[in-house]
């Protein structure tokens, strides 16, 4: 491991270096990392355009699937860039809470374009017109996760409100499976706002083991191919408590 660059912002170590080794997989990479070995980011420095995790391989899929001809997007979380890199044609609007973060996406991992916003999502969300986005994505976390007013009751008829007809609210969340409290708490409080959800899991060895759990909401049926999912599968949460403000 090559250390690049090492700074701490709000009490939150940011740490950026290049590996050789990332997950089992032999290569050269550069990597975007919150304290407490948070991963936020990968770039393969070999093959730049390449998306290296599966979790926004599979939200790109599933925003393409349900929508190809799909143009304005509001992306709550940052990181290195990946998503909104990757779609560079569409028009995004990107908010990131911490500033520092933005700045090493662009000195150390080439993101070039000028649609990032400072602040916090949810509010940054509210100033903008109803109905103006195809997508709502959220990829945000802290070191106790997903922050809890971005899983809220009234954030999400937020979001609602944004989305255009048959629109779709995308969330990267991090959990355990389909009995996981908060997970269930959280698709239920979806359900609540919106009348179509899926909820898709990458493999895990363990029932008690943490992993990329991505969740959706729209007020059409949600369409998705499953070899495209980038290994996640369909699970069923069970019934929650609704999450308020």
């Known amino acids: 491991m090559k250390?690049?660059?090492?700074?701490?912002?709000?009490?939150?170590?940011?740490e950026v270096y290049d590996t050789t080794r990332l997950y089992g997989e032999s290569g050269r990479f550069r990597v975007l990392q919150f304290?407490?070995?948070?991963?936020?980011?990968?770039?393969d420095l070999d093959h730049p355009r390449r998306v290296v995790f599966e979790y926004p391989r599979a939200m790109i899929h599933l925003m393409e699937a349900g929508n190809p001809y799909y143009e304005d997007v509001f992306l709550i979380g940052h990181g290195i860039g990946t998503i909104a890199g990757y779609c560079a044609e569409k028009r995004?609007?990107?908010?990131?809470?911490?500033?520092?973060?933005?700045?090493?996406s662009r000195s150390q991992f080439g993101y070039s374009q000028d649609n990032v916003?400072?602040?916090d999502g949810r509010g940054l969300l509210e100033g903008e017109p109803d109905h103006k986005y195809d997508y709502i994505l959220l990829d945000a976390f802290t070191a106790a996760g997903t922050p809890p007013h971005l899983t809220s009751l009234e954030f999400f008829a937020l979001t609602r409100a944004?989305?255009?007809?048959?629109?779709?609210?995308?969330?990267?969340?991090?959990?355990?499976?389909?009995?996981?409290?908060?997970?269930s708490a959280i698709h239920t409080?979806?359900?609540?706002?919106y009348p179509h959800t899926r909820t898709f899991a990458l493999p895990a060895e363990g029932s008690?083991?943490?992993r990329n759990i991505i969740m959706t909401g729209s007020s059409r049926p949600v369409t998705w191919q499953p070899r495209h999912m980038a290994g996640f599968t369909e699970i069923t949460p069970e019934l929650g408590?609704?999450?308020?403000?």
């Open 208 to 210: 008690t083991d943490v």
């Open 3 to 14: 250390p690049l660059s090492r700074t701490v912002t709000d009490s939150q170590e940011i």
């Open 241 to 245: 408590y609704v999450i308020r403000d």
């Open 189 to 193: 409080t979806l359900s609540e706002v």
């Open 92 to 104: 995004f609007k990107v908010a990131e809470v911490n500033a520092q973060v933005v700045e090493l």
């Open 162 to 183: 944004k989305l255009r007809s048959g629109g779709m609210m995308i969330m990267n969340l991090m959990g355990r499976g389909d009995s996981d409290r908060r997970i």
């Open 35 to 43: 304290s407490g070995e948070a991963i936020q980011g990968a770039l």
């Open 117 to 119: 916003s400072i602040g």
